[in-house]
Structure formats: structure tokens, C-alpha cells
């Protein structure tokens, strides 16, 4: 199929693709790398008035050093994430989780904005940016606002991001050489969407201790008491993970339930090795 009839528009800046979103009153989409949107189009499961292109806008490819923080540009690839074009944070985290998104091909075009708008629970940016306790920044005709990672996603390709916001960046917190941290998924075929997925990031000396669940039917869930028992004890056990999984995602099945436990003992053994 092909896409149903669209106008298109292309601004050179933030500003002028705030104004485009909010004339359009909910009819636009915004299209960045388009390995989402692209087959939704053809597919015409999304129909807009207008499509506004925001390649051409040079402020959200930006990485930058923010001291304590670094900031990630709406529109940086995967791609450039996985290269290392520019220093990036996490100890190879981010490095890590970008060059084991989908296939290279993908990574070229795929955006880290695209893929948190985009919200599918099952996406690597929305697990791992909630594990690295990173923030959202929006901007829309009311001006910026700030939403967590662990938190702007309200459910499958749902989130707290208004029709007439754009995501401008992320802002991930910078790890110390103490920082240890683990990311797993189990995919049936390399490169397709996980079945199962854990984020584990443990900073003794900024005091974070975070794990999350991710590929479930909604977005990813904390696992704080076991990441607490992993920051005061460093010992964990299968039937700790298997708990943990079952109090935060009650409605998997058994199988489904082994199947993250396992994944998540792996990301704890990649930040834990014994």
C-alpha cells in the first residue's frame, strides 16, 4: 500500500516546527529517521494533514557536555550513538545499547527521539534511559518542560508528550568509574524486538541504584527493591529475580515470567559478574 495524501513541511529550526505543530492542531506527525512512521504511513495506520520533517533542524543533532550531564539531541541516529561521534556517557552503556538496536541499516536512519515518541514498549531507548535516570526535554507552544524517563511513558505507544511537543533532547546523567551496569534482551531472531529485556545500573559512588523491566505490554518497570538489595549486599539469587519480576509484571504468564527473570539475571551478571 501507500500512503493516503499528506502536505509536508520541513523547518530549518525549533521554533518555526513548534509553530508548523501547533497550526496543525493534532492533524501532524512528526517524521525524523522514519522506521516507524514510514511503514505506518504506507500501511495508512496514520493519517495526518501534514507530515513535518524534522531532519533539517541542526539543534536537535547536538551532543553535548553539560558537566554533571550530557545532552543527546532529539534527532541524534543510533547509528552516531554507536560510532562514538561524540563522547557519550554510562562507561559504553549508550554505545552498547545503540549498536545492538535492530539492524545497521536501521541505525543509520532511526532517531533516540523517534524511538521515545514512538514508545514501543518493546524499544531499547525507553528501558535504558529509564535505568540511567535520563530526562525528556519537550517544547511546545506553552514552552519547555521536563519529563522522566522512568515516567513520560503512560503505556504501549502512549506517552505524556502533548500533539504539539517535540521532544528537543536528553539529558542522561554522567556515571562515575565506580559505576557498574548490565543490559540484556532476548530476541527469537537477531535484530527483531525483544521477548524480554533488564536494565541494571548501580553508581555506589553517586548512590543510584536502579533496575528495570522492559518488552512488556507497557512501558518498563522499576524494580527498586531488588536494585536496593543489589546496592546494599552486592548478592542476589534466580529466585530473587524470579520475585522481583513476578511483584512488578503479576499479569505474565509462567513462561513469560522465567523467560524475563532469565534475561534479567543476565543483565545483573553484567553488572555483578561473579
Request: contains cysteine; charged residues 20%.
Amino acid at each position: 500500500m501507500k500512503a493516503a495524501a499528506f502536505d509536508y513541511t520541513a523547518p530549518r529550526d525549533v521554533a518555526s516546527l513548534v509553530a508548523a505543530l501547533a497550526a496543525a492542531r493534532g492533524e501532524a506527525k512528526l517524521i525524523a529517521g522514519g522506521q516507524s512512521l514510514g511503514p505506518m504511513l504506507n500501511l495508512r495506520l496514520a493519517r495526518p494533514r501534514l507530515l513535518v520533517d524534522i531532519g533539517g533542524v541542526a539543534a536537535l543533532r547536538r551532543v553535548e557536555d553539560r558537566g554533571d550531564r550530557w545532552w543527546i539531541g532529539a534527532g541524534v541516529t543510533h547509528a552516531q550513538i554507536e560510532d562514538g561521534a561524540a563522547p557519550l556517557p554510562g562507561d559504553g552503556m549508550l554505545q552498547s545499547v545503540a549498536a545492538n538496536i535492530a539492524y545497521r541499516a536501521v541505525r543509520n536512519r532511526g532517531t533516540i527521539g523517534g524511538s521515545l515518541a514512538h514508545a514501543d514498549p518493546a524499544a531499547d531507548w525507553p528501558l535504558a534511559l529509564a535505568a540511567m535516570d535520563a530526562t525528556l526535554h519537550v517544547r511546545g507552544p506553552q514552552g519547555p518542560r521536563a519529563l522522566k524517563a522512568d515516567a513520560y511513558m503512560v503505556g504501549a505507544y502512549t506517552t505524556a508528550i502533548a500533539e504539539d511537543e517535540v521532544i528537543e533532547g536528553v539529558e542522561v546523567p554522567k556515571l562515575s568509574a565506580a559505576a557498574r551496569w548490565g543490559y540484556y534482551k532476548f530476541c527469537r531472531k537477531t535484530g527483531e524486538f525483544p521477548d524480554a529485556a533488564a536494565a541494571v545500573v548501580l553508581d555506589p559512588q553517586r548512590r543510584v541504584a536502579r533496575a528495570f523491566l522492559g518488552a512488556l505490554d507497557t512501558a518498563p518497570r522499576a524494580l527498586s527493591g531488588l536494585a536496593d538489595q543489589l546496592a546494599r549486599t552486592g548478592q542476589w539469587t534466580r529466585d530473587d529475580c524470579v520475585r522481583a519480576v513476578a511483584q512488578a509484571a503479576p499479569e505474565l504468564d509462567a513462561v513469560a515470567c522465567a523467560t524475563h527473570a532469565a534475561v534479567l539475571a543476565r543483565a545483573i551478571r553484567q553488572a555483578l559478574p561473579q
